[in-house]
């Protein structure tokens, strides 16, 4: 017989669940999908968090899932006799490049993505970035301040909303890859982080959730016990000038600090490895990572 005190402490969690999911029935949630987790070897990680995501669209939340590749990328270049380059972090994208960049991404994660998630119980569809984002070229500056041409990597500027309601109407959960048109009508490269607040502000979104490599924001990343669970807008620019927000994390929480700006009611940053991190995160009142909010929250 199972443990009457286990039996007690689950239902607990559900009925503290309950009234989240009452809240958030029919709110848009965006889920950006990405990190290391999505390589792992281990097939009940990626499992796990694609059971999450079903079980927000089996609650009445319609999810939209944004998700990055930037490692299948790689293997797939490699492959092809073409060697990776990157500057400041961004990935140089030429003809041949943003080729593979676009069958990858449009194509094999893609599909990876709406296979698991189908596998979940969810009903997902997949959306090719191309056919409802739209970006500007992207030429960032070198640490002199000159401008570095890295070839078809854009900043998204425009997001077919309308397309994407139309999905989430038929009860689908679409998923989303970070390849947009540029205003030369060709394909780019872009920042997945940057590609998923873009989603979340034009659909209004009540939720813009990021799957990371770690817990969340951290005082010190080696330290877990440093996690920082709640953070307002105005506190950000300290903790970037300070280094606590660095690396590839500053893509996401400059991201979800716009999103906000814009609408979003809350950015949510989790762990990825960790099981069910995303229901913990956003149906029990302590939570599991990090969120940023506005100032009047």
Known sequence: MQDISEVSRK?????EAISYIKRFKGSVFVVKYGGAFMDD??????ASVANDIAFLAAVGIRTVVVHGGGKAISRAMEAAGLKPEFRNGMRVTDEKTVSIVRDVLNGSVNGEIVSLLKAGGCEAVSIKGDSVLKC????????????????????VNAVDALEIERVLER?????ISPIAIG?????YNT?????????AKALKARRLVFLCDVPGL?????????LISHLKVSEVAGLEASGVIGGGMTPKVESGVDAIKNGV???????????????????????IGTEIVAEAN
């Open 191 to 199: 920042n997945a982080d940057v590609a998923a607040a873009a989603v």
């Open 136 to 155: 500007e070229k992207l030429v960032p500056k070198d640490a002199g301040g000159r401008e570095a041409d890295i070839g078809y990597v854009g900043l």
């Open 11 to 15: 239902a607990g969690v559900l009925i």
């Open 171 to 175: 009860g689908l959960t679409p998923v």
């Open 265 to 287: 009611r809350r950015v949510h940053f989790v762990d990825g490895y960790l099981p069910h991190s995303i229901l913990l995160e956003i149906f029990t009142d302590t939570g």
């Open 183 to 187: 205003p030369d009508a060709h394909a």
């Open 218 to 226: 951290m005082r010190d990343p080696g330290d877990r016990s440093t």
């Open 41 to 46: 070897p281990d097939p009940k990680i990626r």
